[in-house]
């Protein structure tokens, strides 16, 4: 089994059940769900491109997945999982966009936050001793030769290169497009999300996700909120 601390809207927020729609599968539940009907595009086609982000659910990367150190229990991490979130003050992304990373798209800031990169570092130390360190056949998976060095660096401590000063906030929704389907698929994205993104996005909980065994789909376990109980109660 695989742990990993990702961000993701509670289970009702309308960008939630729009991801659940286009991804086809609800992260919670772990259910498929009706494809959307998106103009330009077939069904079968987004089935395709998003067969690689529907495993992993609708998220954005804080803490890679990971396999618990020896000596390291589920237990043990939902309970510092719990407390650490409560130490911390939940924000809000202004907005998001449909954006491109590499040949993938996904939903992004529309401008940086100090907050999600604050987050993200946070979360990625806090966690690191409960992370088992990586194998050599694991480190080769992830293809070191065509890192740079900060993140090839960031492999070998951290377990994953895309963490500190090279860390991203992005929530992907397709796999690798290229040439005329990158546009189509571009456009209809943005005519599909749009209506949920056009307001502010609430970080208010840190939700771990699990993978049962090797390559099956990940799912929420739980979500933790951020912020101290009392101070909940009161907002």
């Not at 390291?72 to 309970?79: D, G, N, Q, S, Y």
Request: with cysteine; glycine share 8%.
């Amino acid at each position: 089994m695989r742990y990993a601390i990702f961000f993701t809207p509670r289970a009702h927020d309308p960008l939630s059940i729009a991801a659940a729609s286009w991804l086809g599968r609800n992260v919670f539940s772990g259910e498929a769900t009706d494809p959307p009907a998106v103009p330009g595009l077939c069904m079968h086609e987004i089935a395709f491109h998003t067969a690689l982000p529907r495993r992993y659910g609708f998220h954005a990367t804080l803490k890679a997945p990971f396999t618990l150190a020896e000596g390291v229990t589920e237990a043990m991490l939902l309970k510092q999982l719990m407390r650490f979130a409560g130490t911390l003050s939940p924000f809000d992304i202004p907005r998001l966009e449909i954006g491109r990373l590499g040949e993938f798209y996904g939903l992004a800031p529309s401008v940086p936050s100090e907050s999600l990169t604050y987050l993200a570092a946070a979360v990625v130390q806090e966690f690191d001793s409960f992370r088992a360190p990586l194998s050599e056949a694991e480190i080769e998976r992830r293809d070191p030769g065509g890192l740079t060095a900060a993140q090839f660096a960031n492999l070998y401590r951290w377990g994953h290169p895309y963490v500190m000063d090279e860390f991203r906030f992005y929530m992907p929704l397709t796999g690798p497009l290229a040439g005329r389907d990158a546009l189509r698929f571009e456009q209809s994205l943005r005519a599909f999300f749009d209506p949920v993104i056009d307001g502010p996005v609430e970080v208010a909980n840190l939700a771990l996700f699990v993978e049962e065994e090797r390559g099956s789909p990940f799912r929420v376990h739980s979500l933790h909120p951020m912020g101290r109980v009392s101070a909940r109660k009161i907002a």
